[in-house]
């Protein structure tokens, strides 16, 4: 049996737009951890919320690596839901697959996600509201520090027992 062990929703950051709100998040994108005997990280597109949901049919999944499972959530989305270019051209000087749907990371680099890859997505991803939210068993949990790294992004975390 696979458990959801974390979830990340991302939406545009209206942050500074939103008068007289709470705080909330329009979110355009879920990612969720599933884990069990091998972790996937889950990107369901769309607003899940208007009157016409997107189909779940066309979600990406990837495997991430054991050390950096947040950052490899981020860079699945940037490549392949905000497909930010400069992102996506650092991505594809080392995975030269057309089809990024399903990719597993741990086995495409075996010596881990080159660093240049990460750097990329640190400095070009901008603009996006992140809630992480994460159990604090789960594989993502230990990754959160990372977080910080990310200057461009406007992000909460909440971390359950």
């Known amino acids: 049996m696979r458990e959801t062990t974390a979830e ?24 969720l951890l599933r884990e069990n005997s091998r972790p996937a990280w889950m990107l369901l597109p769309g607003n899940l919320y208007v009157s016409n949901p997107p189909s779940i049919k066309s979600s990406k999944v990837w495997t991430p690596t054991l050390e950096n499972p947040i950052q490899d959530a981020l860079l699945l989305f940037a490549v392949s839901g905000a497909k930010v270019s400069e992102i996506r ?13 399903r990719i ?14 990460y750097s990329a997505s640190q400095r070009h991803l901008k603009g996006w509201h992140v809630v992480v939210s994460v159990g604090s068993y789960s594989l993502a949990a230990r990754d959160l520090e990372v977080l910080s790294k990310y200057s461009g992004l406007n992000v909460e975390i909440r971390v359950t027992q």
């Open 104 to 117: 597993d990371l741990p086995a495409k680099f075996p010596r881990g996600v080159p660093k240049s890859i």
């Open 89 to 101: 051209a650092v991505f594809n000087e080392f995975e030269k697959s057309r089809v990024k749907s």
């Open 8 to 31: 990340i929703w991302i939406g545009p950051d209206q942050s500074t737009d939103w008068v007289g709100t709470q705080g909330g998040i329009n979110a355009t994108h879920l990612l």
